[in-house]
């Protein structure tokens, strides 16, 4: 049964057990951002780590780079973003909510908030402008990125020229983008400043459409293997209208938030279009050479683009459960911000406790785990449950005598005895 307070739940756990916290919140909060708190910066860091072991360095045929946010202003000019980047907007005359004239339903000509009249509707950039040096006027101008991938357009030739990578082969870049968002997101779904992790697959043209059906299963596949609900999920082709001043197909990769499908990912065919508007716009030749045949030619582009924060929330909506009298959050261990916690029975009995600080101490060296020695047992788990650590220690008297520790799952909540000596072991087994 799909529970349909799942969203407010998510929140209030995210705010009370430091996952997300509102932007600027002292000030009466900034809408549309968020800051990450001690554990949620360590679910996006496992995402991206996650997501860069999987597509480069488990993988010959992709490299990575990391291109600055501010670029040269005419990168904008050349993808076409300053004059096709755009989104059309409308605003009620009496609530003044503005909205995105492609996120109301089809046919709908009032405000969904008041039922106002709506204005006709505007067309907008949304990105942000900012200005390099002291003054402020127009031949200062420069964007923030609102999307990382031109940066790896602009540095094809350099990582062509270092690498010598031979067709099909990728460019990836994590990093921050920024969208002067005008309608108001569910939570972190849509937010003025973001993450993305993309990746340029450049390639032969008549090959893209086999790349691009690749794509989408190892997009898919590695939502799943993140613990993202496959049966969530489903993708969804752009049609002709929706598509994007640079694209030729497009498809999304949608997940189910509460009962509507909405964007997760989008794998987009660029075809030539990025690096010829580049080399046209900088004199520079960015054709790639055949090694074998000598032929110069632009490279087509199948571009899958992936949304760190609306992985991560569609990760605590796949993993979130209420069991009797717990909550706990499956995350996969892989991911979750503890790999475990370490407890000693009683924290007003010295010899535990010192045998526990030397145990958590000795796995704080290869993990990130949690020392908690507040009030019972019981409450300490469920306490762990809730931000989803996969398992718990515990020292016990029977430890001072044989050096063993309970250890508890937290799917199964069933406990064993192992050596101590067996932890570290017993722990990356599971977690690799
Ligand atoms: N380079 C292609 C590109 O930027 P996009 O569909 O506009 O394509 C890619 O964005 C992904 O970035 C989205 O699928 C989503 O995961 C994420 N994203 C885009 N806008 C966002 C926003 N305002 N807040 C959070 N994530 C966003």
Known sequence: MRDNNLLTKIVSLCKRRGFVFPGSEIYGGLANTFDYGPLGVELLRNIKNHWWRTFVHQREDILGIDGGILLNRRVWEASGHTTGFIDVLVECKSCHKRFRADHLPKGINKCPECGGELTEPRKFNPMFKTFIGPVEEEAAVIYLRPE????????????????????????????????????????????LEFEQMEIEYFIQEKEWEKYFEEWKQLMENWAVSLGVKREWLRWRAHTKDELAHYSKRTEDLEFEFEGEFKELYGLAYRTDFDLRNHSEHSGKDLRYQDPKTGEKFFPHVVEPSFGVNRTFLAILFSAYREEDKRVVLRLKPQIAPYKAAVFPLLANKKELVEKARRIYLSLKEEFNVAWDDRGNIGKRYFAQDEIGTPWCITVDFQTLKDNTVTIRDRDTTKQERIGVGKIKEYLKKRIS
Do not use: S
Not at 155 to 164: D, L, S
């Open 148 to 191: 990382t991938a031109q940066a790896i357009f602009v540095n094809f030739q350099n990582v062509v020229n270092t690498f010598r990578p031979k067709l099909p082969f990728g460019i990836a870049q994590i990093g921050k983008a920024f969208r002067n968002e005008i309608t108001l997101g569910k939570f972190i779904f849509r937010t």
